[in-house]
Every structure is written in structure tokens, then in C-alpha cells.
């Protein structure tokens, strides 16, 4: 049992998350105020909810690199359009239209994925270029700082403040809410719904999957929509913390989000991930590149350090498994004792 | 109840005026095992689709359960007890043994909630009923092929099967999971469910059946119970001919054997194995799974690592570790999943056989000269009698014996002094079969040194002049073919502890002339 416990990856990922957190927290204490872990928190919202989204695209033996697309263009497009009404109402208006826009969006990765079964790689790489040429060359290329108020004034919605020693108030950011709640959802989606084990089926063998009678088709689109709703909600937060609208943000990030969960154990090939996973791997990225510069080490080798761990983390299961086949194939008999 | 569950009666299907089924009837009582016998392309797979609504017939009826069907679809099939169990099984790798036995009757029942108690319970009561234990927690890709097989029938017991289709069931096992899953049929069969065993295998037709029905070239040839047939017999209905099949009759030719191995071991694999291997002779290797059998092959050709020991060619010590230094001392090696390692199944036939002596094709210039190559494999395809319509189409487009065939031609147009054949026959049909041992048997007979690896005892005793039994990663026995027959060699086979006068040491390393 024990040895089961700690076979998997995500005991491998807490464990490395805790004895780099020993390690930094030993060097500068000030890892651990509550004002680093309030940042901490806040940087890892967005990762976190988008990563959340990548795991369900790769359990179910897909990709997606369209989704940093689809949140920058609901994000960008829906300060847009409330600017332009002049809506003078609070965030969640922001959320509910960013959140449909990203439907839509997910609702056309669907479409060429489940309605033409082509690769998900191609479409969302296609879809990625296609949602972001739109933007820049529709919606607008300019960054927006004149925000509508809602938005303008999220940064500012702590779920509480402290003030420490020195007198610095410091408040852990609400959209972290967003990350627990989706992080639930998807939880209970994926363990307890037979949605959620038609998405692990689908990854496990698509073909046994068909001759099971699952509905591939509705599986797909429930996907790759609620990747988008995900995506648009993450864009939203992101822009509202930044005080800023740029259309040119985020699209760059997709390849650390999904290094972040297959560090997780969610694996490429598809059928196998999890939440807690993903979220330690979210973390475990996170802390590395928010807290190096605590430590001493240079900003410009953040980006080595985190391919290094990532390379580390995804090749050690992939070494096991090597090991695993090199076990003794026979089980050879003693000889007798002459 | 009624005394008969399906009926099927004057059941004919063309496909683009290729008569697949042509008025084929048949009745299937509950808890009986039914055995339906024919060759690759007899209309058994198209039978099997009729049964499971996936394909509708053009004429004729069924009656499931006193129900007639004018359609038959593939949820009535299941509503009515149907479950057809394909040979890869259609199992997920990824979820556990309890979730893959009753995902499919969450399913088919519209839940949307799993409850993980109920899933536990379900495979629990599935695996009590056929009286076997697994893991429910294991993950079914780290469990054995037997026991995939074992999950596959529960998750059909668990839909309230009444009738159970079991496509080459036992084409992957050894032969003792074969014997684990016939008792798993009767305890299939206790419970009052049918069982249409689909095989080629004559002697576990024998064996298991209460009735059996033989079909060629989408007709039913006869439908009788078994306890009216022979081995023969079977032959006979199923290919239209007697096969006789003669012994390989080895004469020693040289003086020096091609090759000998000495003392040689790999950790994990096998331990101290001696033999000798001289020109123009066939030497089984057999024993369990597990006993070391494939990996003794896979080390001779340079796949497995070997610690100790010495393999000589020509009676000169050789060094062998890696599959490029096997090949270049001459030898081949034909694998057991000819569908995975041994061909390119969307390329050509022509593209096949060529691709290892690719480098000799060339024309002017150093380019590939497609008239060579066509010619080559035509020759190729000629001497080994490759039924195909055009040499342009892909592998996957042969039946599994022509398959075996485009493998061998490979590895022959490279002309290796020793080859390896590692189950030969494995899911050939029997018109096929003798065919492929007369290729053997000529092979050996132009000086190759051939060793096949087999647990199929009627081959072994018809193709080997040498039979060599490994156990427990040991060599526990070296025979003259002529030592041995069907059931001396059986009972070798599963024996458990050693067979009694130490064997293996006592007897010579080369054949015995004479």
C-alpha cells in the first residue's frame, strides 16, 4: 500500500514541492510571510484554472494549444465590448460574458475535432493562430488601460488583508476562489460522473470506448467547450489583475501549462491524470519561477531551471516504467544442492 | 424458459456480390458451448456480426428467445443477452479490473453517477461467479493477456449475458491459461449461459464443445455434436482435403554444427543453456510461458543481454549484442506479433519484403531501382506462394498466413545461415499451416539451421527433428523427435517438477546420427 502511495507521481511532485519549499524557506526566510504566499496564490490562479482545463484535453488522449488564444481573445474582447456599452456593473457580468465567449470559441475546436475526428494537435494549432489573427486584426492590437470600472477595480477584491511586522498590508486575491471552485468541479466531474470516466475511457482505447456505446461525439464537445469556458474565466482574471487589457498577452504560455500538468502525472498519451496532480504541478512550477529570485538565483536562469525540472519530472516516470519492463522475465529454478 | 435461446435459419449475406454466408442456420440452447469452425474467410466473423446486429443479413430469420427480429440492432442484441467478446477484448488499459467490468453496464443502464461501492461489488460478484480472483485495484494494462480475458467475460456476465461470443479466445494464451479458461467456460456454462467458442484450434474444439459447426466458404459444411468428431474429420470438413503431414526426415550433412551455445545465461531470462544447432536441422524450443523460451531466442539475437557463457558460428566464438551484430553472423528472427514488430502492415507487399536488403536495389546513380524491385518480390512471392492480386497492395489486406509469409520472405531475401521462427503458426489457419511447415522443411533442407519456438505440440512433432524443453529458465530436456509423441510431449510440457533422470546433462549436445 505504501509502496503504491509512493510510486505515484503526484507523491513524488509533493514531496520535491515540500523540499524545495524547506530549502528556500532555510535560505530567505521571507518565503514564508504571508505576503510571498498570498503572490504565490495569485500567480498560480491562472495557471491553475487552464491547467485544470489542459488535464481533462490529455486524459481524454487529446491536446489543446488553442486555450491561452481563446482566453486573451474573450478577455480582450469583452473589455471591448464593455467599454463600448458603457457597463457600469461589477465583475461577474465580466466573467459570465468572457466565460460564453470562450464556449464559443471551445465549441470550434469542437466542431472540426469531434464532427471530422481530425488531430487535436493541428486543429488547436490552427484555431490558436486563427482566434489570435481575428483579435489582432478585428478586435484591436492596442493595450487597453482605460478599463470599464467592474474590471478596473478587481485587483483591488481581497478575500482578506494582513499586515505584517513591518507595516506593509498584504491580501490574499479572491480569484483564488475560482481556482478551488474549478478545481471541485473538475474533481467530481472526473471521479464520480459517468461524463467524467467517458473522458478516461476515451483516452484509455477510443475504439473500445465506440463499442461500448459511449457517445464519443458528446464527449468530445462537452470537452473541448468547457476547456474554453475554463480558458475565458482564466483570460478574465488574468486581464483584472493586470489592470490592463493587451491582446498580445498570454498566448506564449500554453507550453508551460501543459508541461506544468504532465509534471502533474497526467500523461500525453492519454487516460491517465489527476487533480491533485495537476495542482502540485501547478505549484511545484509556480514556486520555482516566483521564488529562484529569493534564493539568489538570476531571473534569466529561472527559464533553465524550470526545463530542467521538467525534463527531470516527466522522464522519471517514463524511467520506471523502462525499469519495469527490464524486471526479470523468468523466474528461474534453483539448482539442487549436489 | 424455452429450450432454445437463438435460432438463426436460412441466414444468407453478400457483400459486392461476394457470397459471404450462403443459407446458414443455426440453434443455440442455453449452457451450451458451440463451437463454429472454419477457416480465415469462411464467413465465421460475418456469422459472429449477424449474431451481434452489427451487420443485417439479407435474407433470413432471427429468433432470439422466442422474439423474431427483422432487424436485429446491436442494443437489441445486448438487451437480449448477447455479448460478444473480440479478440483484443476491448478493455480499457488505463482503469482498473472493477471499473472495466462494470463500466459497460453503468452504461447500458444510464447512469450518471458512479458509485465506486457498486462498481466493486458488481466485478466481485462477476469474478464469484466463473470462481477466479484478480485485483480489482490493478490496472488492467499491467495485468496478463489470460487475465484480460477473464475481465472481458466478467463485464459480459455482469450485462446478463445469455449467450457468450468468444472470437480466437485462446490465440494469445499458453496452454495452461487455456485450460483455466475452459473451466472458466464451464462455470460460464453452470450458470446456464451459452457459449459460441469461435476457433481454428482443432484440438480445443475437441475438447470443449458440445456441439460444433463448420463452415467453408460461407456455407455450413456440418453441425453436429462433438462427441461425432475426430481430428481428421475436422480437417477434413474444414479445408475440403486430407492434410497428411509427413515428419521432417533430418539427414546430417556436415561435419561441424552452425552453431552452439555454451553454458550460456542472461540474469532474469535464463540460466546455464548448452545446445547445438548443425545445418539443415529444425530444433523446437518449448516450455511454458515463462520458462525462458522467448528470451533464450531473443538473446541469440542480440535483443536480451547475455552475462555468461559463449555462442559459437561455425565453431568460432561470436559476439552478439545487438539485434546488428545478429544479422551480421547471419541470423534471423521472425517474431511472435508478426503485426507489431515484423511488418510495415500500410505499406506494400512489394515494400515489405525488400526492406532489408533494400541497400542491394540500387541502380544507377545509387537510387532505388523500382524494376529491381519489383522483380525480386516477385520472385519472393512466387516461392513461397504469397496469395495476392497485386503486390502493390498494403500487408494488412492478406490473411494472417500470407502475412506470416511476406515475413518470411523478408527475412530470406537477406539469406541468413540460422533463423529463428518464433511461433511460426500463431493464428494461422489449418490449410495455411501445413503449407508454412513445408516452407520450413524446405528451408532446413537447403542447410539453414532453423530453430522454431512453439508451445503447438502437433507442430513441433511435425516440422522439429529436435525438441528442446526449457523450464524455469532452464534447458530441462533435449529429445530426438523421434522419442517423443503427442502425449509424451504434453505431458513434458505441463509437468511441473523436473522430468525424472537429470536429462539435460546426461545427453549429447548434438543430434543423434542414425
Known amino acids: 500500500m505504501l509502496k503504491k502511495l509512493f510510486s505515484r507521481q503526484e507523491t513524488l511532485v509533493g ?32 495557471t491553475g484554472i487552464f491547467a485544470i482545463g489542459v488535464l481533462i484535453v490529455l486524459v481524454s488522449g487529446g491536446i489543446d494549444v488553442s486555450f491561452t488564444a481563446i482566453a486573451v481573445f474573450s478577455m480582450y474582447t469583452t473589455t471591448v465590448i464593455m467599454n463600448q456599452i458603457g457597463f457600469e456593473g461589477g465583475m461577474p457580468a465580466f466573467f459570465a460574458m468572457s466565460g460564453a465567449i470562450g464556449i464559443v470559441l471551445g465549441l470550434i475546436n469542437a466542431f472540426f475535432i469531434a464532427r471530422f475526428r481530425l488531430p487535436t494537435l493541428i486543429v488547436t494549432l490552427g484555431t490558436q493562430s486563427l482566434f489570435r489573427g481575428f483579435l489582432l486584426f478585428v478586435i484591436g492590437s492596442k493595450i487597453i488601460r482605460d478599463l470599464p470600472p467592474g474590471m478596473a477595480q478587481y485587483s483591488g477584491a481581497f478575500l482578506f488583508t494582513v499586515t505584517d511586522a513591518r507595516g506593509i498590508t498584504v491580501g490574499l486575491h479572491s480569484a483564488v476562489l475560482f481556482l478551488v471552485a474549478v478545481a471541485i468541479v473538475a474533481q467530481l466531474l472526473l471521479r464520480y ?58 498566448v506564449g504560455q500554453e507550453l508551460d501549462v501543459i508541461a506544468a500538468t504532465v509534471l502533474g502525472g497526467a500523461s500525453i498519451a492519454g487516460g491517465r491524470g489527476s487533480v491533485i496532480g495537476t495542482l502540485l504541478g501547478v505549484m511545484l512550477v509556480t514556486v520555482m519561477s516566483n521564488s529562484l529570485i529569493l534564493v539568489g538565483i538570476p531571473s534569466i536562469w529561472q527559464r533553465v531551471v524550470i526545463g530542467a525540472i521538467i525534463i527531470i519530472g516527466t522522464a522519471v516516470p517514463a524511467i520506471r516504467s523502462l525499469r519495469a519492463a527490464r524486471r526479470a522475465n523468468v523466474d528461474i529454478e534453483p539448482l539442487p544442492a549436489e | 424458459m424455452s429450450d432454445v435461446f437463438l435460432s438463426l435459419t436460412h441466414i444468407s449475406k453478400s457483400y459486392a456480390g461476394v457470397q459471404a454466408l450462403d443459407d446458414v442456420s443455426l440453434v443455440v440452447k442455453p449452457a451450451e458451448i458451440h463451437c463454429l469452425v472454419g477457416e480465415n474467410g469462411s464467413g465465421k466473423s460475418t456469422l459472429i456480426k449477424i449474431i451481434a446486429g452489427v451487420v443485417t ?68 460478484a462477476a469474478l464469484g461467479k466463473i470462481g477466479v480472483r484478480l485485483p480489482l485495484d490493478a490496472e488492467v494494462e499491467s ?36 485450460r483455466a479458461l475452459f473451466k472458466v467456460i464451464h462455470n460460464v456454462q453452470q450458470e446456464g449461459v451459452a457459449v459460441l467458442f469461435v476457433s481454428h484450434k482443432l484440438d480445443e474444439v475437441l475438447e470443449i464443445a458440445d456441439k460444433a459447426m463448420i463452415i467453408r466458404n460461407g456455407k455450413v459444411v456440418v453441425d453436429v455434436d462433438a462427441a461425432n468428431l475426430d481430428r481428421n474429420k475436422l480437417v477434413y470438413y474444414m479445408t475440403g482435403r486430407r492434410i497428411e503431414e509427413a515428419d521432417y526426415d533430418y539427414t546430417p550433412q556436415q561435419k561441424r554444427p552452425l552453431l552452439e551455445v555454451i553454458h550460456l545465461s542472461s540474469r532474469g531470462n535464463f540460466q546455464d543453456v548448452s545446445f547445438s544447432l548443425w545445418p539443415g536441422e529444425i530444433v523446437g524450443v518449448t516450455g511454458l510461458l515463462g520458462s525462458g523460451r522467448t528470451e533464450l531466442a531473443l538473446s541469440l539475437f542480440g535483443v536480451l543481454p547475455v552475462d555468461r557463457g559463449e555462442i559459437r558460428i561455425d565453431g568460432k566464438p561470436v559476439h552478439i549484442n545487438s539485434i546488428q551484430s545478429a544479422i551480421e553472423h547471419g541470423i534471423g528472427y521472425v517474431p511472435e506479433d508478426r503485426l507489431t514488430e515484423g511488418l510495415f502492415l500500410d505499406q506494400s507487399i512489394n515494400r515489405n519484403i525488400v526492406i532489408r536488403t533494400i541497400d542491394g536495389l540500387t541502380g544507377r546513380g545509387g537510387l532505388l531501382s523500382i524494376t529491381r524491385l519489383k522483380e525480386r518480390a516477385r520472385q ?56 508454412l511447415h513445408d516452407i520450413i522443411k524446405n528451408l532446413a533442407r537447403e542447410g539453414i539451421g532453423i530453430l522454431v519456438i512453439s508451445d503447438d505440440i502437433p507442430e513441433l512433432l511435425h516440422v522439429c527433428n529436435r525438441i528442446l524443453l526449457m523450464r524455469r529458465g532452464r534447458l530441462a530436456g533435449m529429445f530426438d523427435r523421434r522419442e517423443l509423441d503427442e502425449n509424451k510431449l504434453t505431458s513434458l510440457l505441463t509437468e511441473s517438477t523436473p522430468a525424472a533422470p537429470a536429462a539435460s546433462t546426461t545427453q549429447s549436445l548434438s543430434p543423434q546420427i542414425g
Do not use: H
Request: aromatic letters at 8%; a positive charge; one cysteine or more.
Open chain 1, 15 to 46: 514531496v520535491t514541492l515540500i523540499v524545495l519549499c524547506l530549502v528556500i524557506g532555510a535560505i530567505n526566510p521571507v518565503f514564508w510571510t504571508p505576503g510571498n504566499w498570498f503572490d504565490l496564490a495569485r500567480s498560480a490562479t491562472v
Open chain 1, 193 to 250: 460522473t459517468m461524463l467524467g470516466r467517458s473522458i478516461y475511457a476515451l483516452g484509455g482505447s477510443r475504439e473500445a470506448a465506440e463499442r461500448a456505446g459511449f457517445n464519443i461525439v458528446q464527449t468530445q464537445v462537452f470537452i473541448y467547450a468547457f476547456v474554453g469556458l475554463l480558458a475565458g474565466i482564466a483570460g478574465m482574471i488574468y486581464g483584472g489583475l493586470n489592470r490592463q487589457a493587451n491582446s498580445q498577452d498570454i
Open chain 2, 57 to 124: 443479413p439479407d435474407q433470413g430469420e432471427i429468433v432470439i428467445n422466442g422474439k423474431p427480429f427483422r432487424r436485429l440492432t446491436p442494443m437489441d442484441a445486448i438487451r437480449e443477452g448477447i455479448q460478444v467478446i473480440y479478440q483484443d477484448f476491448s478493455l480499457f488499459p488505463n482503469l482498473t479490473v472493477a471499473e472495466n467490468i462494470a463500466l459497460n453496464y453503468e452504461l447500458s443502464r444510464n447512469a450518471r453517477i458512479v458509485r465506486w461501492g457498486q462498481v466493486r461489488q458488481l466485478a466481485e
Open chain 2, 143 to 178: 495485468i496478463s493477456v489470460a487475465d484480460k480475458q477473464l475481465v472481458a467475460i466478467c463485464r459480459a456476465l455482469v450485462q446478463n449475458a445469455r449467450l457468450i461470443i468468444m472470437d480466437e479466445a485462446t490465440t494469445a494464451l499458453t496452454e495452461k491459461e487455456i
Open chain 2, 380 to 435: 519472393w512471392i512466387r516461392d513461397l506462394s504469397i496469395k495476392t492480386s497485386d503486390p502493390e497492395l498494403p500487408v494488412k489486406s492478406l490473411s494472417g498466413g500470407n502475412q506470416q509469409r511476406v515475413v518470411l520472405a523478408k527475412w530470406l531475401a537477406s539469406k541468413p545461415r540460422i533463423l529463428i521462427l518464433n511461433g511460426p503458426t500463431v493464428g494461422v489457419d489449418v490449410g495455411s499451416k501445413s503449407e
